[in-house]
């Protein structure tokens, strides 16, 4: 099987997520369900929301604040899952409850084990 992290990308306000206490409270069992159905297949490895304070180190130094892409868009999360198959992560990334809101995305990235020897 081989291990794939989604990014989960949002538009974000000037100094903090866009989402509201609301917002965050109508879609925790849409997220619980969702991450559930791939928890329940055993296809789960790990999941977390990043909290909106970041350093970004360069060779420029260091700077406070996160990445920030067109349109103030960020990562705001990320799951690590495993599968046979590509289009099985396709599917679940579609209806992945990021994707209510506008600006928002979720990429897939298949993920290179290192070797142990």
């Given at each position: 099987m081989?291990e794939?992290?989604?990014l989960?990308?949002?538009?974000?306000a000037?100094?903090?997520?866009?989402?509201?206490?609301q917002?965050?409270a109508e879609?925790?069992?849409?997220?619980?369900?969702w991450?559930g159905?791939?928890?329940?297949q055993?296809?789960?490895?790990?999941?977390a929301?990043?909290r909106?304070?970041?350093?970004?180190?360069s060779?420029?130094?260091?700077?406070?604040?996160?990445?920030k892409?067109?349109?103030s868009?960020?990562?705001?999360?990320?799951?690590?899952?495993?599968?046979?198959?590509?289009?099985?992560?396709?599917?679940?990334s579609?209806i992945?409850?990021?994707?209510?809101?506008?600006?928002?995305?979720?990429?897939?990235r298949p993920?290179?084990?290192f070797s142990?020897?």
């Amino acid at each position: 099987m081989t291990e794939y992290l989604l990014l989960f990308r949002n538009a974000s306000a000037e100094n903090g997520y866009l989402t509201t206490s609301q917002d965050m409270a109508e879609d925790m069992p849409k997220w619980q369900a969702w991450i559930g159905n791939i928890a329940m297949q055993g296809k789960l490895i790990h999941t977390a929301p990043v909290r909106y304070d970041a350093t970004i180190v360069s060779n420029e130094g260091l700077s406070e604040g996160p990445h920030k892409e067109a349109n103030s868009v960020m990562v705001s999360g990320f799951l690590i899952c495993k599968s046979d198959n590509l289009e099985e992560v396709q599917e679940w990334s579609k209806i992945c409850p990021i994707l209510k809101y506008p600006s928002s995305s979720v990429e897939i990235r298949p993920l290179v084990p290192f070797s142990t020897q």
